[in-house]
T-cell receptor, first 115, second 107 residues
C-alpha cells in the first residue's frame, strides 16, 4: 500500500528555468495539498486541489506558480522562471474524500535548489 | 487569519527526561493535529484532538487539548533518541501549521 509519492526528491534548476514537481496521492485519496517549507519557517500552505478542481489557492504566489490535479495522473506543481527565493522543500499531502477530520498523509518532499 | 504558535522553538533533553511542547492558537480550534518530521522526510501523523479537554496517548507520547480549544500540549515521557525530530501542530482546516519544535535527545 504505497504512500504519497513525490518526485523528484531533489531538483536543481538555474534561474529562469521551469520546475515541475509531481505528487501521486495515496490510493483512494482525492484531495491533494501542496506546502512549502523553508528552514525555521514551518510549513506554509500553497494550494488545495481535488480531481480537476482547484479548491483553495490562497497560499499560491500570484505569478509563476500553478498547480493541477488532472483526472488521470499525478498532481503537478509548476514553477515558471524560477528565482533563488523559490529554493525550498515542497511537500505534497493527500487525504480521503468525504467529511470528517482525517489526517494528512505526506510525501517525502521535493527539495528544489535554484542556482 | 488563524495562527498557531509553538514553544519552545527547540530543545535539547537528556535521554530519559520528560518534556512538553506547546501549541497555542489565535482562534478556537475545531480540531488539532500533531505531526512529527524527521530530517529530510515528510510529516508523520501522531494524534488528532477534537474535543475540549481531550487527552490521547500513544506509547510514551501524550497530547492534550484544553477546554477552550485554543491550546494543546504534547508531552513525552522518558525521552529516547528515537523521539528526536521536529514536532508540528496543525489546525483542523489543514491550512495552518505551527513553525515546529526541534527536539534533540542526548544519549
Amino acid at each position: 500500500n504505497a504512500g504519497v509519492m513525490q518526485n523528484p526528491r531533489h531538483l536543481v534548476r538555474r534561474r529562469g528555468q521551469e520546475a515541475r514537481l509531481r505528487c501521486s496521492p495515496m490510493k483512494g485519496h482525492s484531495h491533494v495539498y501542496w506546502y512549502r517549507q523553508l528552514p525555521e519557517e514551518g510549513l506554509k500552505f500553497m494550494v488545495y486541489l481535488q480531481k480537476e478542481n482547484i479548491i483553495d489557492e490562497s497560499g499560491m504566489p500570484k505569478e509563476r506558480f500553478s498547480a493541477e490535479f488532472p483526472k488521470e495522473g499525478p498532481s503537478i506543481l509548476r514553477i515558471q522562471q524560477v528565482v533563488r527565493g523559490d529554493s525550498a522543500a515542497y511537500f505534497c499531502a493527500s487525504s480521503p474524500p468525504g467529511q470528517g477530520y482525517s489526517p494528512l498523509h505526506f510525501g517525502n518532499g521535493t527539495r528544489l535548489t535554484v542556482t | 487569519s488563524q495562527e498557531l504558535e509553538q514553544s519552545p522553538q527547540s530543545l535539547i533533553v537528556q535521554e530519559g527526561k520528560n518534556l512538553t511542547i506547546n501549541c497555542t492558537s489565535s482562534k478556537t480550534l475545531y480540531g488539532l493535529y500533531w505531526y512529527k518530521q524527521k530530517y529530510g522526510e515528510g510529516l508523520i501523523f501522531l494524534m488528532m484532538l477534537q474535543k475540549g479537554g481531550e487527552e490521547k496517548s500513544h506509547e510514551k507520547i501524550t497530547a492534550k487539548l484544553d477546554e477552550k480549544k485554543q491550546q494543546s500540549s504534547l508531552h513525552i515521557t522518558a525521552s529516547q533518541p528515537s523521539h528526536a525530530g521536529i514536532y508540528l501542530c496543525g489546525a483542523d482546516n489543514k491550512l495552518v501549521f505551527g513553525a515546529g519544535t526541534i527536539l534533540r535527545v542526548k544519549s
